[in-house]
């Protein structure tokens, strides 16, 4: 099994593509904190958000129900999905039901938690990713490294390259604005071509039983306008009481997430266009179950800003694909192992567990605190290696015994400095594979302590 | 069971404590939200042109380069004439690609983010106008500026089968490096004019 670690060393092994990516994220972490800054009442903002969050959650079955309803009176057809399969399925007779072989998408992770593209692929639709970053990963044939950022891992040489071969520009051009340009005349011919636009959903809220979509680049509003039909996708966790509370949560997003003070534009859907059809599909796919786990209900707060990816020490020099999971950095190692602990549970080890990501979040969510209760869970389950196990059982003994630890002490000053190297960082001991120990000291604390006239 | 009634049903079954709604909070107040304004829009890459009086807005219009020189201008503004385009004749809203200006009324601008609220009504026949333009002008009385988005928000109001959207500025991207590129996929510059 191959987990963090093992997929960040290819990553890692680019000094100098690490260093990179690490300031790219910063750089917008620094956008961040100005705009933060900006703000008197951030605080009172966040406390808020999380507020909202916690109280729908506790009522989040009544408030769908209402959202259901006034979004049915709005001429919306909803849909509940309980898993990714009955999403892509739902999503796939409506389409086609309406003849639809190509479709325009703005960014939906919840489309790629559900990996709906290839299915609708399989089945003969054209599926057109219309984000500028997420078009030229589906160019590539990957998946997005980033949340906001899709292709935050790429340099410009290399989009120019790709743009080269698929759409047709100057060899070697790798100015970022031509090669928008260029993606923007390719996506505009593709926006004039389908007959359907699916887009995500940053907020549904169950008092107008209308959905809220954020963009920068206006590709979802195309995608939403021009086709007469429209498919929004959420999680059932997107869902906030009032309009009103659009407010608050419109206020942190963007300052969070890039670095603005608000998205490019924030477009609210309360019905199809005329002679149009909108649908809405609602998804559950595990979310239920999060509801149901006191120590992680409160990741159900997310508002997929990236803010933890952007300041996690981990995310910023491993990359988004080390996670191996749609939502990487501090967020996606608490989803991913709750959807399946064996394959993600390396994740909540990803982490310094320096709690930058929790002092970001804009619904405060105690992610590194998550993290960490997740190791635990992770043990329990005998899902993290033995050797690992084994290291910490040992440890948790002598810890636990003053005796045995000082008497451990001075035997490992007096022992390790005369072991061999090749002992000492043996393949035993990954922790030393680019670290160095400090050199023993030749006494301990404690005896100094003792020394000190008291 | 129906999808609809086991996803409640589990909901239901792992119901966390209840928890209530916070109390509305204390918000930001410019000393000059206009400035305030002007200052945010710009940053995300729109102007600002201060008139007069609505009697200013076909002179005001006239130094705006995009508008001099547009071939096709759709107009939203009471009053305002269009220019080789008859929004109304249009059936299908793909034809609306090749317009080269739209002119729409926003109802209020916000300070703090330079945002401007487009009701679905101001949009005319077809909603896509206001992305599928290659340049944006949106016309905001000065007197609408309000400071904030709670603010924004309290005067809404939510009709059945409605639109309306807050614009900040022109369509833009940093998905390239980062680089900030203006005009991704919607208008390639926003021009608020307050009269």
């Known amino acids: ?454 | 069971m129906s999808s609809r009634n086991a996803i409640l049903e589990a909901l239901r079954q792992n119901v966390p404590p209840p928890a209530s709604l916070p109390a509305p909070i204390t918000t930001i107040r410019y000393a000059d939200p206009i400035k305030q304004f002007e200052e945010t829009l710009i940053g995300a890459g729109g102007a600002l042109v201060r008139g007069s009086g609505a009697q200013d807005l076909a002179c005001e219009l006239s130094k705006i380069e995009v508008y001099a020189s547009a071939a096709k201008i759709a107009s939203l503004v009471p009053g305002l004439p269009s220019r080789d385009v008859d929004l109304n004749a249009i059936q299908d809203p793909h034809e609306l690609e090749g317009i080269d200006v739209a002119v729409i009324p926003g109802k209020f601008g916000v300070a703090e983010n330079a945002a401007v609220w487009i009701p679905g009504e101001a949009l005319g026949p077809h909603r896509a106008i206001f992305v599928i333009v290659q340049h944006l002008i949106l016309v905001v009385p000065d007197s609408e500026i309000v400071h904030n988005l709670q603010q924004a928000y309290e005067r809404l109001e939510w009709k059945p089968n409605s639109f309306g959207t807050f614009i900040s500025g022109p369509s833009k991207t940093a998905d390239i490096e980062q680089s900030l590129v203006i005009g991704a996929h919607g208008a390639r510059s926003c021009t608020v004019i307050l009269l």
């Not at chain 1, 690490?22 to 904190?33: E, G, N």
């Not at chain 1, 769908?64 to 007779?93: M, P, S």
């Not at chain 1, 590539?140 to 950022?149: C, L």
């Not at chain 1, 996708?233 to 997430?257: H, N, V, Y």
């Open chain 1, 1 to 454: 099994m191959t987990g963090h670690p093992e997929q960040a060393a290819a990553f890692v092994a680019n000094e100098d593509r690490t260093h990179w990516h690490d300031q790219s994220l910063w750089f917008v972490r620094s956008k961040r904190d100005r705009q933060a800054s900006s703000i008197p009442e951030w605080e009172a903002l966040r406390e808020a958000a999380s507020a909202i969050k916690t109280h729908t959650l506790s009522r989040l079955a009544d408030y769908l129900e209402e959202f259901e309803r006034n979004a049915t009176a709005n001429g919306i057809q909803v849909h509940w999905a309980r898993d990714a399969a009955e999403h892509n399925a739902i999503v796939h007779q409506i389409l086609s039901s309406h003849g639809v072989t190509k479709l325009v998408k703005s960014k939906s992770m919840l489309t790629e938690e559900c990996h709906l593209n290839p299915y609708l692929e399989a089945r003969g639709i054209e599926v057109i990713d219309t984000d500028l970053g997420e078009r030229i990963v589906q160019l590539r044939k990957e998946p997005p490294s980033h949340i906001v950022m899709p292709a935050i891992h790429l340099k410009r040489q290399e989009i120019g390259d790709l743009f080269h071969i698929e759409l047709g520009t100057e060899k070697g051009a790798s100015d970022p604005k031509y090669l928008t340009e260029a993606a923007r005349i390719h996506l505009r011919g593709k926006f004039m071509g389908a007959q359907a636009g699916l887009t995500g959903v940053n907020f549904a809220v169950a008092e107008t039983g209308g959905v809220v979509v954020c963009t920068n680049e206006g590709n979802a509003d195309m995608g939403a306008s021009l086709p007469s039909l429209h498919i929004a996708c959420m999680g059932i966790e997107k869902l906030i009481p009032r309009a009103a509370d659009l407010a608050i949560f419109l206020r942190l997003l963007a300052r969070s997430g890039t670095g603005q003070p608000i998205t490019g534009y924030t477009s609210h859907f309360n019905g199809p266009l005329r002679g149009g059809e909108m649908h809405v599909v609602m998804v559950d796919n595990g979310r239920s179950r999060i509801l149901g786990q006191e120590t992680f209900r409160r990741s159900l707060g997310c508002i997929r800003c990236g803010a933890c990816m952007n300041t996690c020490p981990v995310y910023r020099r491993s990359g988004g694909y080390s996670y191996g999971y749609t939502v990487p950095g501090p967020i996606g190692s608490i989803l991913a192992p709750q959807r399946d602990p064996e394959k993600y549970g390396s994740l909540p080890f990803a982490s310094s567990l320096c709690g930058s990501c929790t002092d970001v979040c804009p619904v405060k969510i105690d992610l590194h605190h998550q993290l960490l209760a997740f190791r635990k869970v992770l043990v329990d389950l005998k899902v993290v290696p033995l050797a690992k196990r084994l290291s910490m059982a040992v440890t948790g003994f002598i810890l636990a015994r003053p005796a045995l630890y000082r008497m451990g002490g001075g035997l490992m000053r007096a022992i390790v400095p005369r072991l061999p190297r090749g002992l000492v960082y043996g393949r035993w001991n990954p922790w030393g594979i680019q670290r160095e120990l400090p050199p023993m000291p030749k006494q301990s604390f404690r005896d100094l302590i003792d020394k000190e006239p008291s």
